[in-house]
């Protein structure tokens, strides 16, 4: 029995296209899952990146606003069925030290971190307890969820957010059999950590200090607990926070 059979499964994943959800997608799609990707990149640029599958399909959407997540779950329900798994995975990093933080770029990161991800889990939760569904809620946040880190105080600040969305989502709708629960990566080798890594030689000394496995985090690793998360082996897990992170997360701020 393959114990990651995903076959019985219709995954929506928000910021399917980026660096890491590209990397999710080909992994879901390798065990049998049925996916429909979400995110704001044009068509062409999401087909450039996305498997060219039948069970891959992409539905542009910005995922904070309401009436358009609303129009994706019904183009998505009737295009592959209404997903079972809902991957909150959509988001932002700034760097500014905190006291010159641009108001502007916190309240964006705001919108796309923590707006996004409610009106995307609300949108599927309402669905689910309508249709009666015991559907599963994941969130993406990071290991920067629970320590400081220098200039991405309101990132961090998102991702404790999500951290107490996911646990508010699992607490209240555990009787309806909706289930949620969150993924904390580390800093990993593609997407806006690697961005960092390649442009500012502050973040790099301090980021190579801060791996206790010593190397940047493969995307696959990050993948392999999406998989896990939506197959049915952690199918008692709810309210959880799955931390693939090399060990980041033991270290105090440098
Ligand atoms: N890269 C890392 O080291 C790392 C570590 C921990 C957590 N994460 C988290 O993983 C997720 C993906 O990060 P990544 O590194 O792949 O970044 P990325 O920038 O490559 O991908 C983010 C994707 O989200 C999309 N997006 C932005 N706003 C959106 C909106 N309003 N609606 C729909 N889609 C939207 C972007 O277009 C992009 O494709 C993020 O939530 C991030 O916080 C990343």
Known sequence: MNTLDLSNKIILITGGAGAIGQVVVRTLLAHGATIAVNDVVSAEDAKAVLPNADRVRYFRADAARAEEVAAMFDAVESALGMPNVVCCHAGMVGAHPVTDYPLAEYDK??????????????????????????GHLIFTTSWVQDVPWPEITPYTMSKSAMKAMMRGFARELAGKGIRANAIAPGIVGVGMAKRQWDTDPSYRARASKAIPLGYMQPPESVADAFAFLCSDMASYMTGATLLVDGGCSLYPMD
């Open 109 to 134: 990161l705001m919108e796309v971190n923590v707006r996004a991800a409610f009106v995307v889990a609300q949108e599927a939760a309402r669905r689910w307890i309508a249709q009666r569904i015991a």
